[in-house]
């Protein structure tokens, strides 16, 4: 018990006195959990609606694919990412193992499968009317994409939240790939798992609460986002 | 467009670009750095020594050294596989073998300290007060068999467990089996173990400077066993061959170990304290104690890298002073 409440005090006191060492942590794990959901994104998006919309052979084969990408587990992708970035690799050359890089690239594997993957069924449950009678009114392919994406915000969104949970909260593949360099690829969790090692809970729980805080503001702005989305 | 819609959009908008632009500053600052990686063992990390020998070195050269800390076996596979400049590791055996299979160069002994076996202090196996470490061990097995003890052991790989096993094979034992309950393999760094076996009321096999900075928190525990001659444990400092792998920074790794085994590394080295006791005990220019503990040709190796200038290009000099970018360049070149 005495652990819980020394490590809750001292927790406190390094959120509040701006230690800068835990901020740099944190504000690694956004950059690099962040990037990772905006390319996830600039990709997923259009490939997934593209999916969603278009009927062609192996169609169903296709997103039995991605949907079985999105349980990837974190440390077959981190293994993977080690083992193409490593020095003696087929990309060693660019010298990115244990980068922030790296560990953007690891994340971005696990992102893209949800973010294709609940595009497509969210762009696939738009209602066949709407899309019918976007083309009746003279609309053009391209114009009838829009009009669905449009109607598919919310699930897009959702997409969004899901897969930067996901990826900040991940920890077997930013280990493997970063490496848990101090000041250089340390993010919250695997910090937690260091400084619990080395019997620092004060720390961990520090990070540990400030991952919780990250998750839900982000949370609850896109939360907001949706709601305020649905009531027009 | 409704009201609600359009402060939803501008509110969007901004947080988007606040975002891209916070993240596009903080990219381009982290990646303005000279690097070098070194791979070593947890024990010379999660002791502090690192933290406190570094920084001299790394103010000095304008460098950011990262450390990867594994074990020992962990540390020369990923130098091996070319992804790591230098090794600051424990065990002759994989050290001698990562030299000569032309993946390390230059293998000079920097320091030592030494294991000890600690346990709970009731002592069920009945240890305590001996300076036999093989001795030690038949009876951890002994009163393991019986139940009444149990030892953890690190299984990765690491200096420690590969001198735990070696101490193994003396007795004529191999521990590692299913039906062995009293022998539990953890796969974890050496302060894991040590909270693990404190946990546990275990017994386990530690290097002084780890036992000394987690002391605290190991209430159950107590140094049971030690000052076996076995049981000295000396580090080398060795460069990734560079003929094998041109893309790593050889030159700076070359200046951190002329750092380490200098005078003034050495010295440093030596004045590391946690709970004023020294960890770590500087070998390199104490050439007789060196070729002992597993360096014979330690004399040999200080001179080559005494003799090794770190030849700086006029550009590198202005680097150094203006902390300009062009220095990664020219090392790596």
Redesign the interface.
């Known amino acids: 018990m005495n652990l819980i409440l020394e490590g809750l005090v001292k927790a406190f006191w390094l959120i509040v006195s701006l230690d800068r060492e835990v901020y740099e942590i944190m504000?690694l794990s956004l950059?690099v959990s962040?990037?990772a959901v905006?390319i996830g994104a600039l990709l997923g998006v259009p490939s997934g609606a593209t999916v969603g919309l278009k009927e062609f052979f192996g169609k169903r084969f296709l997103v039995s694919i991605v949907n079985t990408l999105m349980g990837l587990p974190p440390v077959v992708v981190g293994l993977l990412v080690y083992l193409v970035l490593?020095?003696?690799?087929p990309l060693?050359?660019f010298?990115l193992?244990?980068t922030?890089e790296a560990m953007i690239i690891a994340q971005l594997i696990m992102v893209i499968p949800i973010v294709m993957g609940v595009t497509i069924s969210t762009v696939s449950s738009v209602s066949k009317a709407i899309k019918e009678k976007a083309l009746s009114l003279g609309a053009t392919n391209w114009q009838m994409t829009l009009r669905v994406l449009r109607e598919a915000r919310l699930g897009i969104l959702t997409a969004l939240i899901v897969s930067f949970g996901a990826a900040i909260s991940e920890v077997g593949a930013v280990m493997i790939v970063g490496?848990n360099?101090?000041?250089?690829?340390r993010v919250l969790t695997t910090a937690i798992v260091f400084e619990t090692?080395?019997?620092e809970f004060g720390l961990a729980i520090a990070l540990g609460l400030i991952l919780l805080l990250l998750a839900f503001i982000i949370n609850w702005?896109l939360t907001y986002?949706q709601w305020?989305?649905l009531?027009? | 467009m409704?009201r609600?819609?359009r402060i939803?959009a501008v509110f969007?908008i901004v947080?988007v670009v606040a975002?891209?632009i916070f993240?596009a500053l903080?990219?381009g600052q982290?990646s303005r750095q000279q690097n070098l990686?070194l791979a070593t063992t947890t024990s010379t990390y999660?002791s502090g020594l690192l933290?406190y020998v570094l920084p001299v070195f790394e103010k000095r050269h304008n460098v950011?050294v990262?450390?990867?800390s594994k074990g020992t076996g962990d540390s020369i596979e990923i130098a091996k596989?070319?992804?790591a400049d230098l090794v600051l590791v424990h065990s002759r055996k994989l050290e001698e073998q990562f030299v000569k299979d032309g993946y390390g160069v230059h293998r000079v002994g920097v320091m030592y300290n030494d294991f000890m076996i600690i346990g709970p202090s009731d002592d069920p196996a009945g240890i305590a007060g001996g300076s036999n470490a093989t001795f030690a061990f038949e009876h951890i097995a002994k009163a393991g068999a019986e139940g009444k003890a149990v030892f953890i052991s690190r299984a990765d790989k690491s200096g420690t467990n590969m001198l735990e096993l070696s101490i193994w094979s003396t007795v004529g034992l191999q521990p590692s089996n299913k039906t062995n309950t009293w022998y539990i393999e953890a796969g974890?760094?050496m302060?894991?173990v040590l909270?693990m076996t404190n946990e546990k009321n275990a017994y386990t096999l530690t290097d002084r400077a780890t036992w000394f900075s987690?002391r605290s928190?190991l209430p159950h525990l107590t140094v049971l066993v030690e000052k076996d001659r076995i049981l000295l444990n000396p580090y080398a400092l060795i460069l990734v061959n560079p003929e094998k792998?041109p893309?790593?920074n050889y030159k700076t790794a070359l200046a951190l170990v002329k750092f380490m085994i200098s005078e003034e590394g050495q010295r440093l080295i030596e004045s590391f304290r946690k709970e004023n006791q020294m960890l770590f005990f500087p070998i390199a220019r104490e050439f007789q104690l060196a070729n002992r503990l597993g360096f014979p040709s330690q004399e040999h190796e200080v001179e080559w890298y005494d003799s090794q200038e770190l030849e700086l290009s006029f550009v590198e000099l202005i680097a150094l002073r203006g902390n300009l970018e062009t220095f990664r360049f020219e090392s790596d070149s």
């Open positions: 504000f950059r962040g990037i905006l490593s020095t003696s690799g060693g050359v010298q193992l244990y922030p490496g360099i101090r000041w250089a690829t090692e080395l019997g702005v986002l305020s989305g009531r027009r | 409704s609600r819609t939803l969007s947080a975002g891209a993240l903080s990219y982290s990686v999660d933290d950011k990262n450390i990867i596989r070319g992804d974890a760094g302060g894991a909270r987690f928190q792998y893309q790593r």
